[in-house]
């Protein structure tokens, strides 16, 4: 059996997708690389499309592609962008209706919490957040030996627990939950358990103030060690 070719659209020449013709006419499929999906997947594609004729999803991508041309405004010397995540967010939120939010943040990021709590809470939601040390377990409880703790050995360190933060939203039902901030992992598993619509305002980098493309920005320069080769 012939092995099948996995989609590298990060190498694409082409970029059939996205073709700059008139509404009426057909994108010209043919003319993309064999590792494109729509080539070497086209079942997945079609099963997915018709995945937005169920009323509510089709609802809800139609209001995200409003939001998303909304972020931009046409003047007369072109398309410019107009609105930060977090007017997106309080925009989107508002255009599905949504009364309730779910704040999962990191407590390093306790001050951002508040702030965006505060700010979405102005605007007439009301907001129920949860810190990630939520539960004071301690670390130990999944294996992590005293010196593996960022704290002193002999101190208490409470884990990080993403689970609870997502099972603590899930039982209030926010219409949206909110990540701020949550590591890498942790982040996973708070997608995982989480059961109500979720969205992401940040992500943590604690190098970058928490904006982890500036190191792709700086790839030719301060961080080319992380482009060179691994041997
Ligand atoms: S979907 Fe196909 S055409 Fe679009 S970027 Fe990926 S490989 Fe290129």
Same mark, same amino acid.
Request: charged share 30%.
């Given at each position: +059996?012939s ?14 997708? +996205? ?13 993309a ?9 086209? /079942? ?8 937005? =004729?169920?009323?509510?999803?089709r609802?809800f ?8 041309g ?11 962008t ?6 997106e ?15 999962a ?5 306790? =001050?951002?919490?508040?702030?965006l ?14 810190s ?9 409880g999944?294996?992590?030996r005293? /010196?593996e703790?960022?704290? /002193?050995p ?17 039982? /209030?039902?926010? =219409? ?49 060690r ?6």
């Open positions: +059996m092995k099948r070719i996995s989609p590298v659209c990060t190498k694409c020449p082409s970029r059939t997708c +996205m073709p700059s013709i008139k509404a009426n006419e057909h994108p010209a499929i043919d003319k690389p064999n590792f494109c999906p729509m080539k070497c997947m086209p /079942e997945v594609i079609e099963k997915a499309l018709s995945e937005y =004729d169920k009323p509510e999803v609802e991508a139609r209001q995200a592609s409003l939001q998303e909304e972020c931009y405004e046409k003047l007369p010397d072109g398309r410019r107009k609105n930060p995540r977090i007017l967010l309080i925009e989107f939120a508002q255009k599905c209706g949504y009364k309730k939010l779910g704040l943040f990191c407590i390093g990021l306790a =001050d951002e919490a508040r702030m709590s505060k700010m979405l809470e102005n605007k007439g939601f009301e907001v129920v957040s949860v990630c040390k939520v539960g004071v377990a301690p670390k130990e999944i294996g992590i005293p /010196e703790k960022i704290v /002193e002999d101190r208490w360190e409470s884990m990080c627990n993403p689970i609870t933060q997502a099972e603590i939203l899930n039982v /209030e039902e926010v =219409d949206l939950a909110i990540m701020l901030g949550l590591c890498i992992g942790h982040d996973t598993l708070f997608i995982k358990y989480c059961r109500v619509p979720m969205t992401v305002i940040a992500v943590k980098d604690r190098v970058t103030g928490h904006n982890p493309l500036a190191v792709l920005y700086t790839s030719n320069s301060y961080y080319r992380l482009m060179a080769k691994t041997k």
